[in-house]
């Protein structure tokens, strides 16, 4: 547009001293010399207030098509090389000049239009006096310029949250996802920025999904233009968050994947981490996770895993996460060399999320294959985790115990794990101020100390060796379980005292018979039936086996029974009296709960929304999942 004051000049010359003098107004006449003598002083010239608005104002409202022709390329000029607040004496011109015939003054005064939208204010007011209307009507003007700028000054108001609800009902995304697929690469690139711009509502979503924008979206993911690519990946990304959208790019689209997969080798960066993330977005659903891998999507995710630009490392490690999250999928990303990098991004310091994301991976690694236990801990995650646990932050830590905690399922690992030395890290964060971490840590000790087929040879000096140390040792944090208002705790403490002392381990025993901190408040137990659950916490014992109930499948509805059949067998070990008769048997393992890579504070929670949120999260193989 450098060249539309020359045309005004230009334009204003010919009239001011040859044909067009006589037939135009006085005001215009007055109008067209103000302007000349403004231009030629421009770069002083405030053309937004006063006289230069005035004589453009003039000019604009004239009938005289040259001369809007003349004003609308003066705006279009002057709002190029400066954008600011304006009032709707500004607007109101250049709104007129946008219900013009002319095809040249709809293309100028759009594009005048769309340089002002780029402020923030503007963007509300432009909206606010109706600019939509003509702007959708020029989005259907046959002419390729107009199209072009009207769609990119739509895009520049698509960017305010409180236009975006207005433009969906405005009737613009019909017309928006026609110009998407237009053969001019401009219009194509403004159109589908527009659209991205529009998905960051679940309304505006659907009524982009109802206008027919997903196979449009679809198809361009192979355009050869970047941003094309960039536009319409992010928006499907978008649209896959949320469930029902991804039912139906299942039903319409089975393409759509093996194209995401493909854009992860797109030579531009912005392109790859999209790709990533909008197959995260998909890989919600199960249906989606095995695809990826069907599609030979974990190379290039995990060559984005290793890279060293951070959008890259992101958006790969949430998306390897989702896909962890199907059974099927836990040995081949093993297999495809996974294990190494995520241990790597464990110690990732500058980024919370990759860390958690690394070791939530992990996690969902180990939920469900011994083979694939004893490869994490061969890999050297419980080293990395024992380094790492006690300095990375507490949505780290929760995952970091988890993890540890599902390992510890592992009657083959136990006894190396003891031996790494965990539980001295494990201790500490029983302690901690996350009701979760104190779950997942308690609920890793407990599963340290269980063994469904114990024999003599089994060692539990490593219990012993950290009884008073560190920081109050086992005994503390039993003690501090046992006195918890919170059931959970509670369970988890008595459960785990009755693992101990089923070891035979002498001096075991004798510490626990000896502590005048653990009996009474376990004799207190045997009997008390009253309980206020105040977290949640995140190692409910769970039972794997039939024959063996869980707290969440006593009888009692509440757990308690279940608290009180385990106090009174640990009196039993204690006094040598005969235990009453069971409420239900005492599980075999202790699962970590619903860590998903945040904090969670349930205080106040009613008992029922305790058990179950705690239901949930131990359905069936303590997965994580990340949306």
Known sequence: MGSLFSCCESCFQSRSSQSYEPLLLENEREAVADLLQYLENRTTTNFFTGSPLSALTTLSFSDNVDLQRSAALAFAEITEKEVRPVGRDTLDPILFLLSSHDTEVQRAASAALGNLAVNTENKLLIVKLGGLEPLIRQMLSPNVEVQCNAVGCVTNLATHDDNKTKIAKSGALVPLTRLARSKDMRVQRNATGALLNMTHSDENRQQLVNAGAIPVLVGLLNSPDTDVQYYC???????????????????????????????????????????????????????????????????????LLQSTYLPLILSSAACVRNVSI?????????????????????????????????????????????????????????????????????????????????????????????????????????????????????????????????????????????????????????????????????????????????????????????????????????????????????????????????????????????????ARKILFFVDG?????????????????????????????????????????????????YH
């Open 233 to 303: 990946t992010t928006a499907l990304s978008n649209i896959a968050v949320d469930g029902s959208n991804r039912k139906k790019l299942a039903q319409s689209e089975p393409k759509l994947v093996l194209s995401l997969v493909q854009l992860m080798e797109s030579t531009s960066l912005k392109v790859q981490c999209q790709a990533a993330l909008a197959l995260r977005n998909l890989a919600s659903d199960e249906k989606y996770q095995l695809e990826i891998v069907k599609a030979d999507g974990l190379q290039p995710l995990l060559r």
């Open 326 to 566: 199907h059974p099927q999928n836990e040995s081949p990303i093993i297999e495809s060399g996974f294990l190494q990098p995520l241990i790597n991004l464990l110690s990732f310091k500058d980024n919370e999320e990759v860390q958690c994301h690394a070791i939530s991976t992990l996690r969902n690694l180990a939920a469900s294959s011994e083979k694939n236990k004893l490869a994490i801990v061969k890999a050297g995650a419980v080293h990395s985790i024992k380094e790492l646990v006690l300095d990375v932050p507490m949505n780290v830590q929760s995952e970091m115990t988890a993890c540890v905690a599902v390992l510890a399922l592992s009657d083959d690992l136990k006894g190396q794990l003891l031996e790494m030395g965990i539980c001295e890290v494990l201790i500490p964060l029983t302690n901690s101020p996350s009701s979760e971490v104190q779950g997942n840590s308690a609920a890793a000790l407990g599963n340290l100390s269980s063994k469904d087929g114990r024999t003599a040879s089994d060692d539990y000096s490593a219990f012993n060796d950290v009884w008073d140390n560190p920081e109050g040792g086992m005994h503390q944090y039993l003690h501090r379980f046992l006195t918890s208002p919170d059931a959970t705790f509670q369970h988890i403490a008595v459960w785990t005292i009755v693992q101990l002392l089923e070891s035979g381990d002498p001096q075991l025993m004798s510490n626990i018979r000896s502590s005048n901190q653990l009996i009474p408040n376990v004799r207190e137990l045997s009997v008390s039936r009253s309980v206020t659950p105040t977290s949640s916490a995140g190692g409910t014992p769970r039972s794997h086996r039939s024959q063996a109930r869980s707290y969440q499948e006593t009888e009692t509805g509440d757990g308690q029974g279940e608290i009180q059949e385990l």
């Open 577 to 625: 009296d005969e235990p009453a008769a069971p409420v239900g048997s005492a599980p075999s393992h202790a699962q970590p709960g619903s860590s998903v890579g945040r904090e969670s504070n349930t205080s106040g929670m009613d008992h029922e929304e305790l058990r179950r949120s705690v239901r949930d999260a131990l359905g069936g193989s303590s997965r994580v999942t």
